[in-house]
């Protein structure tokens, strides 16, 4: 635990830092540590076990900066905005990028980013629509299997 304390974070007055020097040398409570930090108790837990249990010890412990980003998406915007236009919901949108580009990104993930990027909620659409849907969806598939297929005997 000691090895997770930075000296010179300590030495600039980094509360963190020094916040949990007292708690490896037991000058103070887990609970007295979270206090101090403005966390709670279950997140200093947390943060302890990660400090115990990390791959290299040698280093001192320090937080990844930022918020953690939708790696997967980030290559597949356009394509996921294309899709939603033409009126796919996101399960469609997730089932198309796994048959065609064989990419699996759930559901959940698109449905979150195409609430951040301004698109509205698909509602019920009638059987009609549902059918216009589902004959784009397989024109997509095939167009784009025919594509690569295309490719593929190219190459040979």
Same mark, same amino acid.
């Given at each position: 635990?000691?090895?997770?304390?930075?000296?010179?974070?300590?030495?600039?007055?980094?509360?963190?830092?020094?916040?949990?020097?007292?708690?490896?040398?037991?000058?103070?409570?887990?609970?007295?540590?979270?206090?101090?930090?403005?966390?709670?108790?279950?997140?200093?837990?947390?943060?302890?076990?990660?400090?115990?249990?990390?791959?290299?010890?040698?280093?001192?412990?320090?937080?990844?900066?930022?918020?953690?980003?939708?790696?997967?998406?980030?290559?597949?915007?356009?394509?996921?905005?294309?899709? @939603?236009?033409?009126?796919? +919901? !996101?399960?469609?949108?997730?089932?198309? &990028?796994?048959?065609?580009?064989?990419?699996? #990104? *759930?559901?959940?993930?698109?449905?979150?980013?195409?609430?951040?990027?301004?698109?509205? @909620?698909?509602?019920?659409? +009638? !059987?009609?629509?549902?059918?216009?849907? &589902?004959?784009?969806?397989?024109?997509?598939? #095939? *167009?784009?299997?025919?594509?690569?297929?295309?490719?593929?005997?190219?190459?040979?």
């Amino acid at each position: 635990m000691l090895n997770a304390v930075d000296l010179n974070e300590i030495a600039e007055g980094n509360e963190e830092h020094t916040t949990l020097l007292d708690i490896a040398m037991r000058r103070i409570s887990l609970k007295e540590g979270a206090k101090q930090l403005n966390i709670r108790y279950g997140a200093i837990r947390g943060r302890i076990y990660r400090i115990k249990h990390r791959s290299d010890k040698s280093k001192p412990y320090s937080k990844k900066p930022g918020p953690k980003s939708r790696y997967k998406i980030s290559e597949h915007k356009d394509l996921i905005r294309e899709y @939603r236009k033409k009126g796919l +919901t !996101s399960e469609e949108i997730s089932n198309v &990028l796994r048959e065609t580009i064989n990419v699996d #990104i *759930s559901s959940i993930t698109i449905g979150r980013f195409l609430s951040e990027e301004g698109f509205l @909620r698909q509602y019920n659409r +009638t !059987s009609r629509q549902k059918e216009d849907t &589902l004959m784009d969806i397989k024109d997509i598939i #095939i *167009s784009y299997k025919t594509k690569y297929h295309h490719k593929l005997q190219n190459k040979k």
